[in-house]
């Protein structure tokens, strides 16, 4: 299996531009994860679907935030307008969700480098 | 609300030699999963052990080993026989079972291997 996929890898724009992060869960899991990383205040979850159904967005920041799961094997995350202030390396993360042996466990993609000027 | 609290910003060990790493978390709940995380400076997340709550053994995955108490609600990590590839960021993390639930993590270890 390839793994959690995200692109682009490293992501550099100016402040006000739109912004989108991509993410292919791996196959077969029903549960994605995004997160967001940052010195300041660590690794923190933004939303997670269950079943291509957001469950949980109280962690994104603010409206300039959207994610969306059009099916199964492909999620984005849309920052706009994007500020310094969102500079971070945003994770995605999968899993089986409730199924049971081993399947709570998250797997994650190599992350998106994400820097605003 | 969960925390995960790692108490240890910073740890060094010697090639070979045996380290280990604190967590603890703070939960009302009786069934969950907790986990390490190993973040090398790549920043992939890689997993490096799990344990569920309802187990009273304590998980191995090789040279990885865990100290889970559950009452005292501490899970430390034992790096034995330690390489220079085990330096990285560890993170412990918490996740409730039964549903599809996220993951919290603590502010992470920095681990240091030197020869």
């Known amino acids: 299996d390839a793994g959690v996929i995200q692109s682009p890898r490293h992501e550099v724009t100016e402040m006000g531009q739109e912004v989108t992060l991509r993410c292919k869960p791996i196959?077969?899991?029903?549960?994605l994860f995004w997160y967001r990383q940052t010195m300041m205040r660590g690794l923190e979850l933004l939303i997670y679907?269950?079943?291509?159904?957001?469950?949980?967005d109280s962690g994104m920041p603010e409206d300039r935030f959207s994610a969306k799961m059009p099916n199964a094997s492909f999620s984005t995350l849309k920052i706009q307008p994007s500020e310094p202030r969102d500079s971070a390396v945003y994770f995605c993360?999968?899993?089986?969700?409730?199924?049971?042996?081993?399947?709570?466990?998250?797997?994650f993609g190599p992350g998106t480098r994400l820097l605003v000027l | 609300a969960q925390t995960v609290t790692q108490s240890q910003p910073e740890m060094s060990v010697q090639e070979a030699e045996t380290v280990t790493l604190s967590c603890t978390y703070d939960?009302?709940?009786?069934?969950?999963?907790l986990f390490w995380y190993k973040q090398p400076p790549s920043r992939q997340m890689i997993l490096v052990i799990r344990?569920?709550?309802?187990?009273?053994q304590n998980a191995t995955e090789n040279r990885f080993s865990v100290n889970f108490q559950k009452a005292a609600k501490s899970f430390s990590l034992k790096i034995s026989d330690s390489q220079l590839g085990d330096a990285a960021m560890y993170f412990c993390?918490?996740?409730?079972?039964?549903?599809?639930?996220?993951?919290?993590f603590g502010t992470g270890t920095r681990l240091q291997v030197t020869l």
């Open positions: 344990q569920e709550a309802y187990k009273q």
């Open positions: 679907f269950n079943n291509n159904v957001p469950i949980d």
């Open positions: 993390a918490y996740r409730e079972a039964g549903t599809a639930s996220k993951l919290t």
């Open positions: 196959s077969g899991h029903n549960s």
């Open positions: 939960t009302s709940e009786s069934d969950y999963y």
């Open positions: 993360a999968s899993s089986l969700g409730m199924t049971s042996g081993g399947a709570e466990t998250q797997y």
